[in-house]
């Protein structure tokens, strides 16, 4: 975890390799992922790089295998997984992909290889789909027909025996407008009555289109032809599948009878518009031709049938085998893409040697190093690798964290506001305690807490099988967050034992500490009042885990719940705030800022604890001191009365504790526990032994929040103090806060502005430069005041504004118990006593507004309020979020990226 609070150091270093070896270097540079280069060539476009051939032969590799699994998902085929990445990393040199491949091979050698057998794959399942969408549109062309000739003769035989004259064409669907000529049924225009039959008789039309352009079809002829054409359609049962899609298709025969030749030329055209295929049929009463051409016609749909399916088959087998292989290769290619891309960042400053330049993880440099040094010699080149050190000044250098599953989410979560600076203290390290915490504080109940804890659970014993599958986007995102599902579903139990909540409910998993008169024969009075089961004060009194279960049966249980949660809301709030600003003074200790730590961190502290953390003190001495004494000891009761000698009373007076004093009954016979003589004129004041000051001298409670106010509107003025000389110690720290304000404000842009000065009248020659300088130290100091004054504003109005906003724990908290208690009441209660099945229906719906509300609503609401309280109220104090992220050249994560 040390490790984990500032980012690994890094070194900038300049390595110059062998051109010859520089492949190799690169690859066995990403499988260790622990280098990133800086490009040394950015005046140069992407196609003016040294090796930009490569990177294309790498994408035309890439469009070839996105074609493959483009083919494979056409026959529902999943590509097989390559295995594990860091084990194909680790046989990388024996993972070529032709049978031939050695380890020997070069980096131009294994593409050539590649780019050599996936061409002749690529071209043999091109030919294949060209082939495919020939025989299937031959193959449609035979269905169309088919149906064509069985609908056409069912409608002569049937509805209009010798009724029309068929289009005399050959062989196949029409294309042209003017390629048919309509001929009657009777023969030769020369033969007895031809004329006279002639024009009597109509034309026809037969085709098949689309079922879902029938409407629009018909409309169309409708209109064109002014209703001067008799159409049918009949739909075709079996879907036609389209050639160029591999779709199904639904579609229907038409016919269309007409009496002219200019409306024959009108229907072509809507024809061809529509994509509807026509086909040319012989004579309706030539029964013999018609059985004949359906014969022919059905054997070779046969014939047809069988090279289609035998071309399917033999495309399916060859698409097996790439799935087999294609995610490997797909590897191999973006991995070479990754070594080429990253030498196009290399310099070329000599003849044959390249150079380059990158940040390395300092503990990962003697890796780096031997890497290099390998890869040389196995080349055995004459020219030694060489690797430095580059001299400072450096870049800025990238942040970069060493996370497990158990950290990366928590490292994202802060990653996704901004990235840490370089060794800058890490929230991720504190957020991974504080945000389930929170969470569980606004979520807190043993129920539904339970069910989030048991669903982290789930996660992570499906942990190996995620890790290897394919997620969608929001499956990913809980597989990355599991670890931190189980910490909030835990919290969220344990703050729920600290409630004692469950459903709404409270546990009595010890024995109350409190009882109603007649409680245990159900006899209690609406306003009974309770009473310990055992001494104020004592161990016995105190419930041993969490709240007593008795406050969830008591009138006054929501006013006792809100303040609990309040105080405890605040203190939370005040702690983690105040931990954020010692962060800060913590950076500027490691940075060695002097300044900052003197007047930006020592202000702030004192700011800080001057007023909130004195808020904290006040809530807890509030919490520890005994009331009942102090009220009793400045209560007037009468001598040797019921209440007299009371074991409440604790309080000491001139060393003697807990013991009652008789008063001399000069008053109106009342007495006070420590013996003054009571009088109908008597105060608070007069009556408490403390002598504390203001209205209650220290017997009363105090209203805090009128304390708090008090202390900046009434300077001096504690009406009712809990400790002596409080008013005293409350005007030192106002003027504390007072004074930290402008030392916040100024002090440091007055160094500055000293520091320089100094700078620019050090480098001065004369007087010109000297008058320049003053403006720019004029300028310079004018910026950092202004920039200053913003950041006390903020630090200042947002310790107030922040605090506040922690109360989003007590009202989240609030929420959720009271929206489990009214569906608790009103879904089930209030049908436990009609009958059974009321009380299953009143189930249905708890369960159902329980798991739709309070397990997903209020889990996602908790969540982001959680996540406001870490990124604005605590990070807010320290984090800069300006950081440039590591992004190393890494085999692994580019692998991985190209996956998801």
Known sequence: MVKWFRSEEMEYISLIVNQDAAHDCLADLGRLGVIQFTDLNPDLTPFQRRFVSYVKRCDELERKLRYFAGECDKFNLTLESAGDVDTFLENAAASGAAAGSTKDQTGAQLLETLETELEGYENQLKELNSYSE?????????????????????????????????????????????????????????????ARDMDMRFSSITGVVATEEKARFERMIFRATRGNCYVRFAPIKQPITDPSSGELIEKCVFIVFYKSVSIETKLKKICDAFDAHRYSLPDMDDAPAVDRMLTENAQELVDSRTVLLKNQDTRFRLCQMLARHTERWTWIVVREKAVYHSLNMFKSDVSGMLRGEGWVVSESAAEVREAITRAHSSMDSNMPSHIEQVPKPWPTPPTHFTTNKFTYGYQEFVNTYGIPRYREANPALFTAATFPFL????????GHGLFLFCAGIYLLWNEKANDKAKLGEMAAGLHSGRYMIVMMGFFAVYAGFIYNDMFSLGLNLFGSRWVFDGQYNGEVEEGAVAVQTAEFGSAESVYPFGLDPMWHVTSNELLFFNSFKMKLSVIFGIVQMFAGTCLKGINAIYFKQKLDFLFEFLPMVAFAS????????????????????????????????????????????????????????QGNGLCTPWGYDCTDQSTTAD????????????????????????????????????????????????????????????AKPYFLSKQHQSTVHHHAHDDEE???????????????????????????????????????????????????????EKAMVS?????????????????????????????????????????????????????????PYSFKQIIDDSSA
């Open 134 to 194: 020939k025989l299937t549109t031959e193959y449609n062309e035979k269905v169309e027909l088919q149906e064509v000739l069985e609908k056409a003769r069912r409608f002569f035989m049937t509805d209009a025996p010798r009724l029309a004259v068929s289009e005399m064409t050959t062989g196949g669907p029409e294309s042209g407008a003017g390629d048919d000529k309509a001929e009657g049924l009777l023969g030769p225009e020369d033969a007895p009555g031809a």
């Open 439 to 446: 969470f569980g504080v606004m979520y807190g109940d043993i």
């Open 610 to 665: 001057s007023l909130f953390v004195y808020m904290i003190v006040l809530i807890f001495m509030k919490w520890i001191i005994n009331w009942n004494s102090r009220m009793l000891s400045a209560t007037c009761l009468e001598p040797n009365g019921d209440g007299w000698g009371s074991e409440d009373y604790k309080e000491c007076i001139d060393g003697q504790c807990g013991v009652w004093v008789q008063c001399a009954g």
């Open 687 to 746: 009556m408490c032994p403390l002598n504390f000051g203001g209205s209650g001298d220290g017997c009363q409670p105090p209203n805090l929040i009128t304390s708090l106010i008090n202390i900046a509107l009434q300077p001096g003025n504690v009406d009712e103090p809990m400790y002596y000389g409080q008013a005293g110690i409350q005007n030192i720290l106002l003027l504390i806060a007072f004074a930290s304000v402008p030392i916040l404000l100024l």
């Open 770 to 824: 000297h008058g320049e300088a003053d403006e720019d130290d004029d300028h310079g100091f004018g910026e950092i005041l202004i920039h200053q004054a913003i950041e006390t504003i903020e630090f200042v109005l947002g310790m107030v504004s922040n605090t506040a906003s922690y109360l989003r724990l007590w009202a989240l908290s609030l929420a959720h118990s009271e929206l489990a208690t009214v569906f608790w």
């Open 831 to 887: 049908t436990l006593n009609i009958n059974w099945f009321a009380a299953f229906i009143g189930y249905g719906i708890f369960a159902g507004v329980t798991l739709g509300v309070l397990l997903m609503m209020d889990v996602l609401e908790c969540f982001l309020h959680a996540l406001r309280l870490h990124w604005v109220e605590f990070q807010n104090k320290f984090f800069a979020a300006d950081g440039v992220r590591f992004a």
